[in-house]
């Protein structure tokens, strides 16, 4: 059973360009969050998604920031007009359909933007 | 606002000892604390959660405290080995009950043969 899959693990953008991060979530699971973690700092909540739902996106930047989890195929994380700040490794973890306050989260390699 | 905090500097100790790491947090009450462990340019990896009506949970080598009045818990290490060398994340359950977490900033242990 494969965990996690995050792709690709580093990517380079020049400032302006449109960054995309997709995670495909462990076999039978349903849920899926997207975190961020900035150099010296602790991951950061970005949005949860069901398939086809965005369930809370309470951590999302208002502007530049996306993420959708289609009924078919990775979630994806879309990141508009890069600027250096965006520079950080942001996570994809999912859990199973039961997933409550004390499921764990399964977490993939992540995927470190760099902004040029 | 909700506030965790873990010790930032990094924790240095000899193999062999017992290595203790503080996770303190504010304006939450959590059901719910989990702790992480992730190693450089990894993801973090589940080791231990405690429910607020435990006190005391133990897996192997590890074992974790949850004091709900102190709103704090700690996170024990028994005979540590340089291979327990990683950073350490404590992550409270979201209030939403969605399995949502809120970290700390995680604390580095180095365990010295």
């Known amino acids: 059973n494969a965990g996690v899959m995050q792709n690709p693990r580093h990517l380079v953008r020049r400032r302006g360009q449109e960054a995309r991060l997709r995670c495909s979530p462990m076999k039978g699971h349903s849920h899926v969050y997207w975190y961020r973690q900035l150099p010296e700092e602790g991951l950061k909540f970005m949005v949860y998604?069901?398939?086809?739902?965005?369930?809370?996106e309470s951590g999302m930047p208002k502007e530049r920031f996306s993420a959708e989890f289609p009924k078919e195929g990775p979630s994806i994380l879309r990141i508009q007009q890069v600027v250096r700040g965006d520079s950080a490794a942001y996570f994809c973890a999912s859990s199973p359909p039961s997933t409550t306050a004390h499921t764990e989260a399964f977490f993939g390699q992540g995927t470190r933007l760099t902004v040029v | 606002s909700q506030k965790i905090e873990q010790n930032s500097e990094a924790l240095n100790i000899q193999e062999g000892k017992t290595a203790t790491l503080t996770c303190n947090y504010t304006n939450y009450s959590p059901a719910y604390l989990q702790w992480y462990r992730q190693d450089p340019g990894r993801g973090p990896v589940f080791l231990l959660l405690?429910?607020?009506?435990?006190k005391e949970k133990r897996k192997e080598r590890l074992k974790v405290t949850f004091d709900t009045t102190l709103k704090q818990s700690l996170f024990h290490i028994t005979a540590s080995q340089p291979a327990d060398s990683a950073t350490y994340l404590c992550?409270?359950?979201?209030?939403?009950?969605?399995?949502?977490?809120?970290f700390g900033q995680g604390t580095t242990l180095q365990v010295k043969p």
């Open positions: 998604l069901q398939k086809e739902n965005i369930i809370d």
């Open positions: 992550a409270l359950a979201g209030s939403s009950n969605t399995g949502k977490l809120i």
């Open positions: 405690i429910r607020e009506n435990e």
